[in-house]
């Protein structure tokens, strides 16, 4: 980052609810169908339909809303915006203009060191999702497909808060967690469901007074995001340095060049002709209802890491890791309440390597791939010497393809009890020394090394079952 000027970021995130059905009329809300297959005359905007409002669609942006500490506006409207776009085939989108359902709230993100800063979110609304181009090897046009079409969505329209790179990627991480924690949306941005417009300026660090920003549309990737942030920062820096002036425009992210292209100077609100929608009633929303959705909010995402770092003593990235992932925090603290004596590191070791290797290569998630009460079981074995590192994993295995058996059955019938009786492994320990005798001289005269192979020839003689820690302590005392 430059020393003379500062970086100054907004974020508008557009994210697809997850609505059984469209946000104005009953056609199905899922991704991947067959093109064109599920539109109907009021998602496409034919003559004389009539929109009526999806009431969870509401429910949903309330939510959020309330998630993110904005103050809900019980009277709302809904306008038109009025542009042409050969995926909006009624040339307007129905959105919300001056009157959001939610605005003037805030979330604080994680930084490093455990640090927090507090980012405003000026305004979230509900509006409709427009259709998709299609581009084709097989002819020289572009198609269309009208399935997304009406698709609910609600726009999280940040401060311009964001100072650097590190803050824009945790507060895109952060938004992203709490649409799932909320259940409100999947948030998967290979199917679009999750798209950000990036505004960014910069400005000499003695000035108070902003700069001119441009914003890159439809951004659909974080990586992209934050890559756009950083071309742009430099791009703008540049200009101002040659002496010339920063242009308001709507610029594009290109992946290819890794560059920011121009595509038009930037509309103001006036340009899209803003209305209220004639056809659809003010919002109204009593206090029972948003008391009601209040009720149902868990605890947040960044809450939740920062109380793992201070209760649990977690490192703040797997703090993060954990927390972040809904399935992932619930596996934690539900193996954890069962016996408040386990090693919390070695919880949220085993949650983040071995559990999500097997997550990732299955389509399963956390809770399937393994029950709280057998993960509980297998580390209190672990930590108590019962079993080793290794055969948990073994048993662990065993229970992803066959959970019939429990942990103690299989515990007998692979032959895993781990050897833990000293004078059994003092009897092992002495006889493996004597017959290693160079292996103890090149250890007294400095090749550490030599150590982990008498380590080692003790577990290769108990078959893996011998408790590491006393053949270690065991061949310390005899050598």
């Known amino acids: 980052m430059s020393n003379k000027y500062d970086l100054v970021v907004g974020l508008e995130i557009h994210a697809e609810l997850s609505t059984n059905s469209k946000i104005y009329c009953s056609c199905k809300n899922e991704f991947g169908l067959e093109v064109n297959s599920v539109c109907c005359p009021v998602c496409t905007g034919m003559p004389g339909t009539l929109p009526t409002l999806n009431k969870k669609v509401v429910e949903y942006a309330i939510k959020m809303g309330l998630a993110t500490n904005c103050k809900i506006n019980q009277i709302s409207k809904q306008d038109r915006k009025n542009y042409f776009y050969p995926d909006l085939p009624k040339a307007y989108q129905i959105s919300q203009s001056d009157i959001p359902l939610c605005e003037n709230g805030y979330l604080d993100i994680l930084l490093e060191n455990s640090k927090t800063k507090r980012i405003g979110i000026t305004r979230i609304h509900i509006e409709e999702d427009a259709g998709k ?60 469901s999750i798209r950000c417009d990036v505004n960014v300026s910069v400005k000499p660090k003695s000035e108070k007074n902003l700069g001119t920003r441009c914003e890159m549309k439809n951004v659909n990737t974080f990586s992209g995001a934050l890559k756009a942030i950083e071309y742009e920062y430099q791009r703008q820096i540049d200009i101002l340095e040659s002496g010339g002036t920063i242009k308001q425009e709507t610029r594009k992210w290109d992946e290819k060049s890794s560059k920011t292209i121009a595509i038009r100077s930037k509309e103001n609100a006036q340009d899209y002709r803003y209305f209220p929608e004639p056809d659809l009633r003010n919002i109204s929303v009593d206090d029972k209802t948003i008391q009601k959705i209040f009720s149902e909010i868990p605890e947040m995402p960044n809450h939740k890491a920062i109380r793992y770092i201070n209760n649990f003593k977690l490192p703040q990235a797997d703090a993060k890791l954990i927390a972040n992932h809904i399935q992932r925090a619930t596996l934690f603290e539900k193996t954890y309440e069962l016996n408040k004596n386990l090693d919390v590191k070695m919880i949220a070791n085993w949650i983040l390597t071995t559990i999500s290797e097997q997550v990732n290569k299955t389509s399963k998630n956390y809770l399937e791939v393994i029950t709280p009460e057998n993960l509980s079981k297998i580390i209190s074995y672990i930590q108590n010497g019962h079993i080793s590192t290794s055969s948990g994993k073994k048993i662990f295995k065993q229970i992803v393809s066959d959970n019939s058996k429990s942990i103690d059955q299989l515990i007998k019938d692979l032959g895993l009890e781990q050897i833990s009786n000293a004078d059994e492994l003092e009897n092992i ?51």
């Not at 609600?154 to 649409?179: C, F, G, Q």
């Open 133 to 192: 181009l299609l581009k084709t090897d097989k002819f020289d046009v572009t198609l269309i497909d009208f399935n997304r079409c009406g698709v609910p969505l609600i726009e999280i329209v940040s401060e311009p808060d964001i100072r650097s790179i590190e803050e824009a990627k945790a507060y895109l991480e952060t938004i992203k967690s709490y649409l799932t924690y909320l259940n409100i949306s999947d948030a998967k941005m290979q199917e679009g």
């Open 429 to 479: 320990v002495i006889k493996v020394l004597k017959e290693n005798e160079k292996s103890i001289n090149d250890y007294k005269n400095g090749k550490t090394n030599a150590f982990g192979y008498l380590v080692g020839q003790c577990m290769k003689a108990t078959k893996g079952k011998g408790n590491p820690s006393i053949i270690k302590d065991t061949i310390k005392k005899h050598i």
